[in-house]
């Protein structure tokens, strides 16, 4: 005998409502075909450096495979708070105001269950990483989508925030460079914002993963701004200009009283960051920013032929000031986002990842990463011109 029981009964309802990522629906359908350049894959096509790599072996042979400390090597805090003040001018005490995280996806979860209260009202600035809104839905909250344009080069206006804020607001997710827009923020834009968050009393939490990769600018942090410190959580980590995606391995800095909140939550989930990615870590830290500084210099050259390339070929492109994406603008074909990414990938094999999974302003635009060789980058931009003329 069988008895049938309905999915919705055994798992949650707040599971059930979350939408699966819009990115793999178009990784899964490439990798079931051939000849294909994928544009859409948001990681590195480095190799992390052989120091780290080496450092990450010595470590096993030398046995060091147990638990650290819940918020990670104190070794590796210390290198971490060294590297935030050298290179962003931010001090932290590597003993309360910091933790090692799996990678920062994992900090930016543990940010948002540590601060939110059911029914509290997070803004999130789109386009946007896909994974910001279900998790503030995960930790009980609202998203409250504020949604940027190209008109403003994809910055947040004060005007924008202002409008947003309701008596519910208690925090405001930023993430510059951002994924997928590449958008930066100066210092004097940030002013603007830090103003109405202290005015609000909210609390702000900082994707700054991309910092490195900042093309035109030093990256510019809110937390520099006078007052902002105490009321920013700075997310990050070594994924990205560390070429360490693999590695699972982020960190979160900020006031001690939400970083020890965190730790809690930390503690009772996955205990420590694997290990020996700790030691590699500590590895890129000392010895790795020459590699960084070369893989960012690569990146800038990709970026500027990717963007003088959609504009000859019929796509508008703003420049993107960090990170390693483009964005350019669909619009004038008539097709939606999905639409145009669906036909491309199918007649000329190129993947690229639709705007609209972005969030509000997504829209009429596609994402293009520039972290593959410049081989391949001309050989996509072949093919999307072949594909922009059948159109």
């Not at 060091?64 to 005490?93: H, P, W």
């Not at 105490?230 to 070429?243: D, L, M, N, Q, Y």
Request: charged share 20%; hydrophobic share 40%; with cysteine.
């Amino acid at each position: 005998m069988t008895s049938k029981v309905k999915g919705s009964i055994r798992t949650s309802k707040l599971v059930n409502e979350i939408q699966p990522s819009g990115i793999r629906k178009f990784f899964d359908l490439a990798s079931s075909m051939d000849n294909i350049i994928s544009l859409g894959v948001g990681e590195p096509d480095f190799v992390t450096p052989w120091a780290t790599r080496e450092a990450c072996i010595s470590s096993l042979e030398r046995g060091y495979t147990a638990y650290t400390a819940n918020a990670g090597l104190l070794e590796l805090r210390v290198e971490i708070c060294e590297y935030m003040k050298k290179q962003f001018q931010l001090s932290y005490d590597p003993k309360n105001e910091i933790i090692v995280t799996v990678g920062a996806s994992e900090a930016l979860d543990i940010a948002l269950r540590a601060i939110v209260d059911p029914g509290d009202e997070v803004i999130v600035v789109e386009p946007t990483f896909v994974s910001y809104a279900p998790l503030v839905t995960l930790a009980g909250g609202k998203s409250v989508s504020v949604g940027t344009t190209v008109e403003t080069n994809f910055k947040l206006t004060p005007d924008q925030l202002q409008k947003a804020i309701t008596p519910r607001t208690k925090a405001i997710m930023l993430s510059f460079p951002n994924n997928p827009t590449g958008a930066t923020m100066t210092k004097e834009e940030l002013e603007a914002i830090a103003q109405i968050v202290e005015e609000h009393n909210l609390i702000v939490l900082s994707d700054e993963i991309y910092a490195e990769l900042s093309y035109d600018s030093k990256h510019a942090s809110i937390a520099n701004i006078e007052g902002m410190r105490e009321r920013t959580i700075i997310i990050s980590g070594f994924s990205k200009a560390f070429a360490m995606t693999g590695w699972r391995l982020g960190f979160v800095t900020g006031p001690s009283d939400i970083i020890s909140a965190m730790l809690k939550i930390h503690q009772y989930t996955l205990m420590c960051a694997p290990t020996m990615a700790q030691y590699a870590a500590v590895e890129a830290l000392q010895t790795g920013m020459e590699d960084v500084n070369k893989m960012v210099q690569s990146y800038k050259q990709r970026r500027n032929y990717f963007v003088k390339s959609f504009e000859e070929i019929g796509l508008p492109c703003h420049v993107p000031g960090g990170a390693f994406y483009a964005f350019p603008s669909i619009k004038d074909t008539g097709l939606t986002s999905e639409q145009f990414a669906e036909q491309l990938l199918i007649s000329e094999r190129v993947a690229v990842v639709p705007g609209h999974v972005f969030g509000s302003g997504g829209e009429g635009h596609i994402r293009c990463s520039y972290a593959t060789s410049l081989d391949n980058l001309k050989e996509a931009v072949t093919r999307i011109g072949r594909f922009l003329e059948k159109l």
